[in-house]
């Protein structure tokens, strides 16, 4: 009986924990859509040209799809911008097979990924004789890692001038 309701959770949970989005059979985590998010961010601070409403909606597209019901295989879905989200992971994997001189790996994964946790779409509405939705990267703010901090100061007659 244990055994039956060790396999039935078991079964249970590995549905749940099942990846949204995959990618040549490879279930992407949480990690993986960060970096990819943080990769697109970063490209578009660093290219004036770049088109920030396409990759924006790249986004937007890949958060909608991870968090949905069902199920998504990257490599079967030919939109602009799932070919924009792939082509963010050949880059990427490039840049872990080192064709990239010069530019440190762990470093940047590390900071795209940093990035790509903070990054959100939003939709600016415009209305007026024309109702018009424009998307908006944005970053949300660090945590300032202040709400455990202690401080440790000894008594004002215990320290030693100089």
Do not use: C
């Not at 949480?30 to 990759?55: R, W």
């Not at 795209?112 to 415009?126: A, D, F, L």
């Amino acid at each position: 009986m244990k055994k039956l309701i060790l396999i039935i959770a078991a079964i249970l949970y590995s549905g749940t924990a099942m990846a949204k989005v995959t990618y040549n059979n490879n279930p992407m985590a949480d990690q993986h859509l960060d970096t990819i998010k943080g990769f697109l961010y970063n490209s578009t601070q660093s290219d004036g040209t770049s088109n920030e409403t396409n990759i924006s909606k790249a986004i937007e597209w890949i958060d909608q799809h991870h968090e949905s019901a069902t199920t998504h295989k990257l490599e079967n879905i030919n939109s602009e911008e799932a070919l924009l989200v792939k082509h963010a992971i050949t880059t990427i994997y490039k840049l872990l097979q080192g064709h990239f001189p010069g530019l440190p790996i762990q470093k940047t994964m590390e900071h795209w990924e940093n990035v790509g946790s903070r990054v959100v779409v939003s939709t600016i509405v415009k209305r007026g004789e024309d109702v018009s939705a424009t998307l908006k990267l944005e970053l949300r703010t660090r945590r300032q890692g202040i709400e455990n901090l202690v401080f440790h100061h000894a008594p004002s007659h215990t320290t030693t001038p100089r």
